[in-house]
């Protein structure tokens, strides 16, 4: 299968593994090119029947994804005309239409992660089946809480699936910044490996994935994972959306105190770097 006129996403093949970059720059921010580019290369990645496995990885230097493009806080309408309804998963927003839709792709989903992924940018990596850090060069947050509001793009229902719901309260709540032995140790990654080992720790294991049968694949992730099958990850997507109304479209004061800090640089990659510190002075 031939993916062609992305703009945003770097796509290769090799046998049956196929790997998406990012590279969307400064900071891969999830945004009107990036959202819609991945939600229609999933939509042609479910029916790719010559893919076993999709590598999802950065080309940005520092960040996987920063996050959500920031300026949707005050602007819910254009937030949802970037779509949700076009193929299944009713009455989700456009962050959990894609989320749900990557995770119930046929094939075995990797996310290969380096640099920052916060918000948005750490919902796209849990809605992967597996996810693989670099050492000490990777990091991990639910920043929404620092932004007045709660995660509202899976981030409250995979992260609970995957760490559990005392920690995933922390996550959302502390809005702090983790780094990989936290995350591997809690489970929020499958594991991390050395930083100059990534690439091809990534590689022997999609190849491995690779070689099995499809129905194999289609099989275990059935059987480990009913939400492929569709069990309640939409129903509780939907629900975490009800809980994400209370808090967002923003108070004024919160919309004021976001617009200030976009002024000032937010979404620039020095800011982004130590983001929290930044927006604590908000």
Not at 123 to 131: I, K, N, V
Not at 258 to 281: I, K, S, V, W, Y
Request: glycine letters at 8%; charged letters at 20%; aromatic letters at 6%.
């Amino acid at each position: 299968m031939t993916y062609t006129g992305f703009t945003a996403l770097e796509i290769t093949a090799h046998d049956a593994v196929l790997t998406v970059s990012l590279n969307n720059p400064p900071l891969n921010l999830l945004d009107s090119t990036l959202i819609p580019e991945l939600k229609r290369f999933v939509r042609e990645a479910a029916s790719d029947d010559t893919t076993r496995v999709i590598v999802f990885e950065s080309a940005v230097p520092g960040f996987f994804a920063a996050h959500v493009d920031i300026s949707y806080g005050a602007d819910p309408a254009a937030f949802m005309a970037l779509g949700a309804d076009d193929s299944g998963h009713n009455g989700l927003n456009p962050m959990q239409h894609l989320m749900a839709s990557i995770r119930a792709l046929p094939q075995v989903t990797i996310a290969k992660l380096r640099g920052r992924l916060r918000g948005g940018g750490n919902e796209l990596a849990m809605a992967a089946d597996l996810r693989y850090a670099a050492a000490d060069e990777t990091w991990f947050g639910q920043i929404e809480g620092r932004m007045g509001i709660i995660p509202g793009g899976g981030g409250t229902q995979f992260l609970s699936r995957a760490i559990g719901r005392s920690r995933a309260l922390e996550a959302v709540l502390t809005a702090d910044l983790y780094d990989t032995a936290t995350a591997e140790m809690y489970g929020w990654i499958t594991r991390a490996f050395p930083a100059g080992d990534l690439d091809a720790a990534v590689s022997d294991i999609a190849q491995r994935i690779g070689t099995r049968l499809p129905s194999q694949i289609l099989a275990a992730k059935a059987a480990i994972d009913p939400t492929t099958a569709g069990d309640r990850l939409d129903d509780d997507l939907r629900a975490e959306g009800a809980a994400l109304a209370h808090v967002y479209p923003s108070p004024a004061h919160i919309e004021k105190r976001m617009n200030d800090a976009l002024a000032d640089g937010l979404q620039t990659p020095e800011n982004e770097r130590n983001l929290e510190a930044f927006l604590d002075r908000y």
